[in-house]
């Protein structure tokens, strides 16, 4: 066990996963956040079934069904015309990033870890990276991602839209909201002038989803956005979690998962003086698997051939090939 101070950079839920993980292993952890927190942030706020498990480890499964999420039962994917439908084996969650950032940020710091409200760099000492994606992209037409939450009718479903350009993932969260992200290369977002209104609008499937909703925040636009896992190197003393180790498609909705599952193995293996390159093998291990059905599936959307691939699947086998191997990580 080590007894020298862990350094967290970044408070989202893969730093304060990592933070709770470390406390539990009598760690003494500094949790270093520089923006403004909690804060909305583009994501897909849908949270997997796996994550039951992951928060009850972590000893925070009660505060987090205290913001009472949104129950998601149903997967609703379209491609183009075709439509694939199916109920999950478990219960999934809507939860925005506001609402779990404050709660795990709270329970962390509750339990011991000091928060400095500060820009840290991973220069001396133990180092958790949490501090998001880190990544430029060289590709001619960048990827960005928007984000809006809706008032409105509640629906207890995922809805995906796909077509070869665009992905626009729709549920219902806390507080009888309805969160809608999307992701667009840079050249379709110009011609609708980078307003997600126009360029939903232009979509009917999309346009008859949303009309009966009312648009309560202004479009948050981030990017560009860079797939990929970081699974090879890492300093000495250095333990890179969440999107700061790899950024998974946003279709599969697994990146909030895949923040609470390698923030645990990070917290653990950080404490227990597990080296950083057996922690990275550890979590290549984890998500390998389903950061390689994301890539596939992904040209597969873009050749026009993902319709093919649905019908040929059961749905539950879907979702699962696009899951990280939690059952490793416990």
């Known amino acids: 066990m080590r007894t020298e101070p862990i350094r967290v950079i970044g408070a989202g839920p893969a730093g304060c996963s990592a933070s709770l993980s470390a406390l539990q292993q009598g760690a003494h952890v500094t949790i270093f956040e520089k923006t403004r927190f909690p804060r909305h942030k583009v994501c897909g706020e849908f949270l997997s079934p796996e994550a039951v498990v992951i928060l009850e480890r972590l ?12 129950p998601v039962t149903e997967a609703n994917v379209f491609f183009g015309a075709v439509n694939k439908r199916w109920k999950l ?105 980078f307003d997600p209104d126009s360029l939903l609008a232009a979509i009917p499937r999309l346009k008859e989803r949303i009309s009966p909703l009312c648009r309560q925040m202004e479009w948050l636009i981030t990017g560009p956005l860079v797939f990929g896992g970081g699974f090879g190197q ?39 003086a597990v080296p950083s390159a057996r922690y990275l093998a550890e979590c290549k291990s ?34 699962s090939l696009t899951r990280p191997a939690v059952a490793r990580a416990l």
């Not at 995922?158 to 806390?174: P, Q, T, W």
């Not at 890539?295 to 086998?317: I, N």
Request: aromatic share 8%; hydrophobic share 40%.
């Open 286 to 319: 984890i998500l390998q698997s389903q950061y390689g059905a994301a890539s596939l599936f992904r040209k597969l959307v873009s050749w026009g051939l993902a319709d093919k691939l649905a019908w040929l699947l059961p749905g539950q086998r879907l979702f």
């Open 89 to 193: 084996e478990e219960s999934a969650f809507g939860i925005s990033r506001y609402a779990l950032d404050s709660a795990l940020l709270g329970c962390a710091v509750n339990r011991g870890a000091e928060l400095v409200r500060e820009a840290a760099e991973p220069n001396h000492g133990l180092t958790i990276l949490a501090h998001g994606r880190q990544h430029s992209s060289s590709r001619k037409d960048r990827l960005f991602g928007f984000k809006a939450h809706y008032s409105g009718p509640l629906s207890h479903s995922v809805d995906l839209y796909f077509d070869r350009k665009m992905y626009v993932g729709i549920n219902c969260i806390e507080d009888r909201l309805t969160n809608v992200c999307g992701l667009a290369p840079e050249s379709l977002l110009r011609e609708h002038g």
């Open 59 to 70: 000893g925070v499964l009660s505060e987090f069904l205290d913001l009472r999420p949104h």
């Open 234 to 272: 890492a300093a000495p003393g250095v333990y890179p979690v969440g999107d700061a180790l790899g950024f998974v498609d946003p279709f599969t909705g697994s990146g909030m998962l895949g923040a609470l599952v390698t923030g645990l193995v990070a917290g653990r293996s950080c404490a227990q």
